[in-house]
């Protein structure tokens, strides 16, 4: 058996028992860390080997082999080192391939957006346009775009769009809900103007459980401001943690502002 594991997206089947999963993450991670090849036993696995990837003296990922039965000799290591350089090549041609589609998708988003704006003149309708077309682009679980009360003291509901995996049912309810200014993670947003992006809500003490959104497993809020006068805040979650990048929030926020100005 083996895995293979490109920086820090660790793929392994649903099936896979838990301390067989958490066997061969630890090993990538000790690989990752090391920088070098690591040798490992395990009760659950049996043995293991931890072979780094390099690609131009950069190291670009891992691999981890593993049997039941006898470890690997130092002629099988060697040629898993050399299975290692061979594919380090195709690995990152495939993740520039990647980040290059990823980022011809946020800039399609930001022009889609931008070039509705003008032929948009409610408010309700250009809300709604900007979360579905946020949920079409991404998938994100739940896109929601609420605006600052005209008393300051709240957050009033505007659109929101959601993906097939999330209770359109409940995600009614969220319309009726108040949001106070300053409470949870989309509060602190709307109170200091700032990003708050967290990737895994479930260790935030800021995040507030929602019943109609379960699943949601990271959360970014985006202010909308004019100049620094804070007017809403795009609110987005993933049933995924660890979703957020930094290229996509820099193109959430450009799009935000986009929006603001609108």
Known sequence: EHS???????????????????ALADLHT????????????SQAVGFLLGVPIYFMQKLIGSLVFSRPQQDFTEQETGLLKEFARLIAAPIESLTLLQQQSHLRK???????????????????????????????????????????????HDLEFRANSTSSNASQELVQELKREPLKIGAHLIGSAAQTGQLVVTNDVLNDPRYSANQALPETRAEANIPLKIGE??????????????????????ALSILADSVALA
């Open 229 to 250: 006068q804070v007017i809403g805040v795009l609110n987005i979650q993933s049933e995924k943690a660890d979703t957020f990048t930094q290229s996509d929030v820099l």
């Open 30 to 41: 000790q690989v990752e860390q090391s920088e070098q090849e690591v040798r490992s036993e």
């Open 4 to 22: 293979v594991h490109l920086l820090s997206d660790i793929q392994l089947p649903q099936s896979c028992p838990s301390d067989v999963s958490s």
């Open 106 to 152: 946020q800039l399609d988003l930001i022009a889609s957006v931008i070039s509705k704006l003008a032929d948009i003149s409610k408010l309700d309708s250009l809300a709604q346009e900007v979360c579905d077309q946020i949920v079409h682009s991404y998938g994100f679980y739940y896109v929601g775009l609420f605006t600052i009360s005209p008393d300051g």
